[in-house]
């Protein structure tokens, strides 16, 4: 189960939402270049708390 969804990295250009247990990331002004942005997650699985961590490059196509 997944307790927290934490922005610790900020997108340079764009913005990212969390809502509950998900993100969603929205490019800036004119989907400007390359971005990249750090998430925590922490949770609990079979009564066992823990951490991860994401990474996301965004590249515009």
Do not use: C, N
Request: charged share 25%.
């Amino acid at each position: 189960m997944i307790d927290t969804v934490s922005i610790v990295d900020p997108p340079k250009s764009g913005r990212v939402a969390v809502q509950g247990p998900s993100f969603r990331y929205f490019s800036g002004p004119a989907g400007s270049g390359d971005d990249h942005f750090k998430l925590v997650i922490e949770g609990t699985s079979s009564r066992i708390s823990g951490k991860s961590s994401i990474e996301v490059d965004v590249t515009p196509k």
